[in-house]
């Protein structure tokens, strides 16, 4: 996809790599079996290894080695085997050891890739460089008191998977479908929440700006981006302030930078550390992590089916199109909800209805479809009272307002509103002749060739039948008293 931002000296195209850190879903920590709930009191889920006290040493969690085996597998990527576990010098309030156990020569994930598709409906392959396990930092408050920052250490050696990117991107759109894929994909896996208010998923921006064919220039990293939106801003945002300067006669400095959503620009955080300034070297408390092969085979027979895989066989298997197939994989809750309504049933209108009104009537009352008032089992029923002439479309969609509302089965809201559609033909017949007499002037137009106006009379006898008259029924029967038109 072309996407170039235009300067007085021409077209200059975008280069971006994104760093995501992702929180691993584990009960206990990475190196210490303190708790990981999200938003308990500040400072109830520290151990003393958490805390950085004297002598305390870590010790690895094998689930949370789990969690990144399987990120990995799902990313398509290399397992090594052997990794081993660095520790990353910097100073910060809410770093109490003066260090983070990190990887960084060695990581436990190395090359893999992430398929992403635009709008347009082009498909990129976006370049895993790796995956490394390293511990969070804990959180600095300073908005809790005038004079002083606040301390929470509860996310303090809280697993991190960060996702490094190969800087494969060129638009803001190809960097937030990419972060949207990377969600599915750890959801699925059930080895991340994605949930990037709360934290547990946030990203690192890289963007440099250059003319095209040319190496690429330096970049800047805008730190601790925590919405897909945001990122998009941002990108574009610090592309911009990187051209004005190229093109002033400047030289872009590599920096840390942050994003002020309010205000739609980057502003410097610190000048960017290489890894010479971290002074890495081998964390002495632990040895090199290596992994049993067979245990690495179990763990990948043990994988859910994936969003591609699952978007491929739903698109085979019930004939739905690429763009619901995509609607529906996005989370996995939903494929399950469309399959067990599906089964059985036309899947097309399954899709139409679930796409059109349902997705409409839970937007509306701000539910998601974890916690919808309806059931896939009382969807499909709704669906099954249309199918075998119980109630007709219209009525369907009044019927499925009041499931919303009410939380009640569909063929309980059928009867006790009398909501069957009438399929008595005598009925049917008399509701016609009461439109015909009542609209002499439009039969007259009818039949001297305005055909068009055969809508309006299945309207009008509809409204008298308060959209109880089976369609079809009611259209036979006015052919039948109305005749055809004139040619």
């Known amino acids: 996809m072309s996407y170039t931002i235009d300067g007085t000296t021409g077209p200059w195209e975008l280069v971006i790599g994104l760093e995501v850190h992702a929180q691993v879903i584990s009960k206990s920590k990475l190196f210490s079996g303190a708790a990981t709930d999200f938003g308990s009191e500040p400072n109830t889920q520290v151990s003393f290894v958490d805390a950085g006290f004297p002598g305390m040493l870590p010790v690895i969690n094998r689930e949370c080695v789990a969690q990144a085996v399987r990120t990995g597998l799902g990313l398509n990527a290399q397992i090594n085997l052997v990794s081993r576990f660095d520790r990353k010098n910097y100073f910060y309030a809410d770093l109490p050891q003066g260090y983070q156990i990190s990887q960084y020569e060695h990581p436990i994930v190395g090359m893999g890739t992430i398929d992403i598709e635009l709008e347009s409906g082009e498909t990129r392959s976006i370049g895993i460089t790796r995956l490394h396990l390293e511990q969070d930092a804990g959180k600095s408050m300073h908005d809790q008191h005038a004079s002083k920052s606040l301390i929470d250490l509860n996310r303090s050696g809280v697993a991190l998977m960060e996702i490094v990117s190969e800087p494969d991107m060129r638009t803001p759109e190809e960097a937030g479908a990419y972060i949207r894929k990377l969600r599915t994909i750890l959801r699925y896996l059930g080895t991340c929440d994605g949930n990037m208010d709360e934290g547990s998923m946030r990203a690192d921006v890289n963007v440099s700006v250059r003319k095209a064919g040319e190496a690429f220039r330096t970049r ?268």
């Not at 070297?281 to 990948?300: Q, S, Y």
């Not at 399950?336 to 679930?354: H, L, P, Y």
């Not at 029967?477 to 004139?486: E, H, S, V, W």
């Open 220 to 487: 800047c990293e805008i730190k601790n981006v925590n919405s897909i939106r945001f990122v998009m801003q941002a990108i574009e945002a610090e592309a911009r302030r990187q051209v004005e300067i190229w093109e002033s006669g400047g030289e872009v400095t590599q920096e840390t930078r942050l994003f002020d959503p309010a205000r739609g620009e980057t502003r410097s955080m610190r000048s960017k550390e290489d890894a010479h300034d971290y002074r890495y070297f081998p964390e002495p408390d632990l040895l090199p992590l290596v992994l049993d092969e067979a245990w690495v085979a179990t763990l990948k027979t043990e994988l859910p089916e994936l969003p591609d895989a699952k978007r491929a066989r739903l698109m085979q298997d019930y004939g739905i199109s690429r763009y619901e197939s995509a609607i529906f994989v996005m989370e996995q809750v939903t494929a399950d909800f469309f399959e067990t309504v599906a089964t059985g049933r036309d899947a097309k209108q399954v899709a139409n209805w679930m796409l059109g009104d349902f997705f409409a009537a839970l937007n509306r009352t701000g539910r998601s479809i974890e916690n919808s008032p309806v059931s896939a089992a009382d969807l499909g029923a709704l669906l099954d009272l249309i199918k075998d002439g119980t109630i007709n479309g219209k009525i369907a969609k009044e019927v499925l307002e009041l499931m919303v509302e009410t939380g009640e089965a569909p063929g309980a809201i059928v009867e006790a509103r009398g909501l069957r559609q009438v399929t008595d033909t005598g009925a049917i017949d008399a509701a016609i002749d009461q439109v015909i007499a009542a609209n002499p002037d439009k039969l007259a137009e009818y039949k001297s060739g305005k055909d068009k106006l055969f809508g309006f009379f299945v309207g009008q006898v509809m409204k008298a039948m308060a959209g109880k008259g089976n369609p079809a029924l009611v259209n036979e029967a006015l052919k039948q008293k109305i005749g055809a038109p004139a040619a």
